[in-house]
């Protein structure tokens, strides 16, 4: 697998908007998080003055470096400004030029004067390997730094970091779950929570883990234990990275960020899984949430922690199984499947002999529901993975041939029949490359089946993630207002020529 992702010739401007899951949430974390970024200025200062490493890139306002320079100088330390760069909020992947006019921060490099000296001089030179060796850097992430953000000229690290991570689960050509140490997880560095001040190479990075808990050690032994406390106890938690089309979300157990990344055609995701959770935290089907009724398992969807399956998911032709169809539990699933099965129920009324299209079907539990629900339903299924399918085909063997591996945009046989019903979960239409792909594969869709119902398994505390937002991104509208239940969420998408709503 290429660990550089499929780029657009594109970009946004940089911008970071939250939402926290809960009032809760905001009240307990908001002020810690503003303690530890706070902190870790502390912290990034005295790494210098206690020999951790020989030089520090700090942050400083003109009308408050003479004051710094002080403090700095009775450390041991010599200062030297580097740059002056324009104020943004909150973490920026490159420094913007000072707009006159306005207040501006200023870079400044501390340490030993021969040091300090030294790194002026690389950071005039752009020699991005000497920089990364002066600020303490392992020398793994210094040249994994200069293949990335230098040669590739990516904004954001985290897809080839996670694919350079050397354990993990693929769930699919575009989705990795990985495992990895604490002070290695720089995904929260937008909200100023990190244990090292640069990009690592991986999320097992030895030399990474040991730097980023010296770094920590440090600062609870220097008056910020609370602080160091907080800053590990969120980096312990399963987060989840995605990026599509410039846009990234960050999603935690108690907050969602939205900021600029690189721009590629298709979604990527990165699963860090985690070995604690908040009390604060959100409960959901879906990762980095809470189950519902579990108060100490974070959702692992589609890799149960208990599965010893190594995905190898590289073209598209084998993945490792999932249990349960992505669900921990078989009850989760029941629960789950329920709603969907009354749906399908109901707007088949009285019909007989009536055929249900399930893209994306896992080893065929949803289709066989429903047809023991209504008896004479036919059943038709499409999965990428050739495990699910050979499982629906063996437990169904009565309709096996109606079961086929397949990708949705690239088996037009399955287009070429009539359907009363076809479900589709409605992250099949956002991992497309393009609208364009949507708009066919809706256009094949309608043109098959009578009705179109589509879903997705959980809820969101933020909104920004309804159901109803989702579809609308994608210009998709529904019949009527959809139907929400803690388990799943689903509407009936609308045909050419009815009525349609919001």
């Not at 100490?296 to 190594?310: A, C, I, M, T, Y």
């Amino acid at each position: 697998m290429n660990n550089i992702p499929r780029l657009l010739d594109s970009s946004l401007p940089e911008f970071r908007r939250t939402s926290w899951v809960s009032e809760r949430a905001r009240k307990v974390w908001e002020s810690r998080i503003s303690a530890v970024m706070s902190a870790w200025a502390m912290v990034e200062e005295q790494s210098v003055a206690h020999g951790i490493r020989r030089v520090a890139l700090v942050a400083a306002f003109p009308e408050t470096l003479s004051e710094k320079e002080t403090r700095w100088r009775r450390m041991g330390l010599t200062a030297k400004v580097l740059t002056e760069a324009r104020i943004t909020s909150g973490y920026s992947s490159s420094l913007q030029p000072p707009v006159p006019g306005e207040r501006s921060s200023l870079r400044v490099a501390i340490g030993q004067t021969d040091a300090v000296g030294e790194m002026a001089q690389a950071y005039a030179q752009n020699d991005v390997h000497s920089i990364g060796r002066a600020l303490g850097y392992p020398e793994c992430c210094c040249a994994f730094f200069k293949s990335t953000w230098c040669e590739a000229k990516l904004r954001d690290s985290t897809w080839p970091m996670a694919v350079g991570t050397l354990e993990g689960h693929w769930i699919d050509e575009s989705t990795l779950q990985i495992s990895g140490s604490a002070y290695c997880n720089i995904l929260w560095r937008w909200m100023g929570v990190r244990a090292v001040p640069h990009l690592p190479c991986s999320f097992r990075c030895a030399a990474t883990s040991a730097y980023g808990k010296s770094l920590v050690e440090l600062g609870a032994a220097t008056g910020y234990k609370e602080e160091m406390a907080s800053l590990k106890e969120m980096l312990s938690w399963p987060i989840e990275w995605s990026a599509l089309h410039g846009i990234a979300e960050i999603k935690t157990p108690i907050l969602k960020l939205m900021t600029s990344t690189d721009a590629t055609p298709v979604r990527y995701r990165v699963r860090l899984s985690g070995t604690g959770f908040p009390a604060e935290g959100a409960t959901g089907l879906n990762f980095p949430f809470l189950e519902p009724g579990n108060s100490k398992r974070p959702l692992h969807n589609n890799v149960p922690p208990e599965s010893d399956q190594q995905g190898t998911f590289f073209n598209g032709d084998s993945r490792a199984p999932a249990r349960f169809n992505g669900f921990r539990t078989r009850e989760l699933m029941d629960r789950a499947h329920a709603p969907l099965v009354r749906a399908v129920t109901d707007a088949l009324g009285d019909v007989t002999g009536g055929r249900v299209l399930d893209l994306g079907c896992g080893d065929g539990t949803l289709l066989r529901k429903i047809v023991a629900k209504l008896g004479t339903i036919i059943p038709f299924g499409i999965d990428i993975r050739n495990s699910e399918i050979a499982q629906a085909q063996t437990l169904t063997p009565n309709h096996e041939k109606n079961f086929v591996v397949g990708n949705l945009k690239r088996t037009p046989e399955l287009w070429a029949r009539r359907y009363d019903i076809a479900l589709l979960a409605i992250q099949r239409l956002e991992e497309l490359s393009s609208h364009s792909d949507v708009t066919d594969l809706l256009s094949k869709m309608r043109a098959s089946a009578q009705k179109l119902l589509l879903y997705q398994y959980g809820h969101s505390s933020a909104p920004e993630e309804s159901f109803v937002l989702r579809a609308a991104r994608l210009s998709l509208r529904f019949v009527q207002p959809p139907v929400e239940t803690h388990m799943v969420t689903y509407g009936f998408l609308g045909k050419p020529g009815r009525t349609e709503i919001d």
